[in-house]
């Protein structure tokens, strides 16, 4: 397994690792789960992919089977801002505005979302790879761009994937479900924390 990460900017440096990444979306977020959300036969891609979001995906044997996308809790583009930001402003009404207690702005914190990984990856410490990859690679972006934490409103079952990956994630604000799975705003610093080892 292989992670790249790049900006719409560097994207044909990867082939065609974007597209298929949209394509996977759409076979996650709009086939599988039934989400209203911009797409057409082909792919997902909304106002948050755009010329400031940031990408880090997994590529394996040439194939694309994993990625995400990150963008700065302070971006502004063409009316949008950050998903929770907008979710707090009442334009993404399908998601609680309880998931979160305030809006967040701040070039420390970048907002990472539309996590995916292919059904097919293998074995469970395959995926588990696979998810080691992107999110190192989301980290690694953020730090490049002098971010300290990483937030994302997902599927709450992460917090413990990321936890058991080394990861100090928490859970802030509000789960709440939709599509019959629970999700939150999981929150975790953009570097691991050494872990204290007792003495004998």
Not at 27 to 52: A, C, K, S, T
Not at 81 to 101: Q, R, Y
Not at 138 to 157: E, F, H, N, V, Y
């Amino acid at each position: 397994m292989e992670n790249i990460t790049f900006d719409l900017l560097g994207m044909h440096r990867h082939g065609v690792a974007f597209y298929d990444y949209l394509k996977m979306r759409k076979r996650v977020f709009v086939d599988e789960l039934g989400w209203d959300i911009p797409h057409n036969e082909f792919v997902e891609m909304d106002q948050y992919d755009n010329p400031l979001t940031h990408y880090s995906l997994v590529v394996r044997d040439g194939r694309l089977i994993g990625g995400a996308r990150m963008l700065s809790t302070l971006a502004e583009w063409n009316g949008a801002g950050c998903m929770l930001n907008d979710v707090l402003a009442g334009k993404l009404p399908t998601i609680p505005k309880s998931v979160i207690d305030g809006p967040i702005r701040s070039a420390q914190v970048w907002e990472c979302s539309r996590l995916v990984m292919a059904e097919d990856i293998g074995s469970a410490e395959e995926r588990a790879e696979c998810l080691s990859l992107i999110v190192d690679g989301l980290a690694d972006m953020a730090r490049r761009q002098g971010a300290s934490q990483l937030i994302s409103l997902t599927r709450l079952p992460l917090l413990r994937a990321l936890r058991q990956l080394g990861w100090a994630c928490d859970r802030i604000g509000q789960p709440y479900v939709q599509d019959g799975r629970s999700y939150a705003v999981l929150s975790m610093p953009a570097a691991k924390t050494p872990v204290a080892i007792a003495a004998e």
